[in-house]
């Protein structure tokens, strides 16, 4: 397994190193979860970039959080998760928590939908919380889920 980061316009959130390090370990939980290798490819960039690819990828003209982007590739789990590190740092500054941890669940997030999890309806969302926090225990972080990201 493996996680790839890349830094654009923008510093990450408790440092660079220690952010590659979590999506490393990120990576080898979704590879088991999965049930298979895992090539994950993470993209750190700022609100206008990200609003950039949203707009661009999927005709969304605003800056958010978190996008992945399955890849085809049987039988290895890959994809590309992008996370915005200027919302984690104002994300977080609302609520109270380090924008490491924010930045973090982002990428959990991002990970949880390559792995075939959902949040449109509230039971699956319930899903997706759960999955999440056991990825976040597992990193040794707390689930830090503010009102609009869900939490039950």
């Not at 790839?4 to 590879?31: I, Q, S, Y």
């Not at 003209?61 to 984690?88: H, K, N, Q, R």
């Not at 999955?131 to 039950?152: H, N």
């Given at each position: 397994?493996?996680?790839?980061?890349?830094?654009?316009?923008?510093?990450?959130?408790?440092?660079?190193?220690?952010?590659?390090?979590?999506?490393?370990?990120?990576?080898?939980?979704?590879?088991?979860?999965?049930?298979?290798?895992?090539?994950?490819?993470?993209?750190?960039?700022?609100?206008?970039?990200?609003?950039?690819?949203?707009?661009?990828?999927?005709?969304h003209?605003?800056?958010?959080?978190?996008?992945?982007?399955?890849?085809?590739?049987?039988?290895?789990?890959?994809?590309?998760?992008?996370?915005?590190?200027?919302?984690?740092?104002?994300?977080?500054?609302?609520r109270?928590?380090?924008?490491?941890?924010?930045?973090?669940?982002?990428?959990?997030?991002?990970?949880?939908?390559?792995?075939?999890?959902?949040?449109?309806?509230?039971?699956?969302?319930?899903?997706?919380?759960r999955?999440?926090?056991?990825?976040?225990?597992?990193?040794?972080?707390?689930?830090?889920?503010?009102?609009?990201?869900?939490?039950?």
């Open positions: 397994m493996s996680a790839d980061l890349r830094v654009e316009g923008t510093t990450v959130p408790g440092g660079r190193r220690a952010f590659g390090a979590t999506l490393d370990r990120l990576a080898a939980f979704a590879a088991e979860r999965a049930g298979r290798e895992a090539e994950l490819s993470f993209l750190v960039v700022d609100d206008a970039q990200m609003q950039q690819i949203n707009r661009e990828q999927l005709g003209d605003y800056p958010t959080d978190v996008i992945s982007f399955p890849l085809e590739a049987e039988p290895v789990l890959m994809g590309d998760v992008v996370v915005s590190a200027e919302t984690a740092r104002r994300e977080a500054a609302e109270g928590h380090p924008a490491y941890h924010e930045l973090v669940l982002y990428a959990v997030h991002g990970v949880m939908h390559l792995l075939g999890y959902d949040d449109h309806s509230p039971d699956d969302r319930r899903r997706m919380r999955a999440e926090r056991a990825a976040l225990k597992a990193l040794g972080l707390p689930a830090v889920f503010g009102p609009s990201r869900g939490a039950p």
